[in-house]
């Protein structure tokens, strides 16, 4: 069984820095793409970041040029570098991974446990 394990998550004030981290074990496989969705109350939870095995990265239009996604394949661990957070950052963030398809073609979705980020001014 996959277990995708978050610990960085904290309170800061506007402006600072926060840095998330998820380890991923239980798998014999390598994780195809990790990543980072939020959620705050009442809203649906959002895509953050993605990277894939090979380095690949995705941002929400919403982090770019503040977050900065990284991952240690070898380690099945992936970062979320947050800077210059806003009170608009303040969630629950989760960690994401999905397995590569298996020879039926399936794939699966793991979530980690989340972790909290609160921004205050």
């Known amino acids: 069984q996959v277990q995708l394990v978050e610990s960085g998550g904290g309170s800061v004030q506007v402006g600072g820095s926060l840095r998330l981290s998820c380890a991923a074990s239980?798998?014999?496989?390598?994780?195809?793409?990790m990543g980072w969705y939020r959620q705050v109350p009442g809203k649906q939870r959002e895509l953050v970041a993605e990277?894939?095995?090979?380095?690949?990265?995705n941002y929400a239009d919403s982090v770019k040029g503040r977050f900065t996604i990284s991952r240690d394949n070898a380690k099945n661990t992936v970062y979320l570098t947050m800077n210059s957070l806003i009170p608009e950052d303040t969630a629950v963030y989760y960690c994401?991974?999905?397995?590569?398809?298996?020879?039926?073609?399936?794939?699966?979705?793991?979530w980690g446990q989340g972790t909290q980020v609160t921004v205050s001014s």
């Open positions: 990277v894939t095995s090979g380095g690949e990265t």
């Open positions: 994401n991974g999905l397995s590569p398809p298996t020879s039926w073609g399936a794939v699966y979705k793991y």
């Open positions: 239980g798998s014999s496989f390598r994780l195809n793409v």
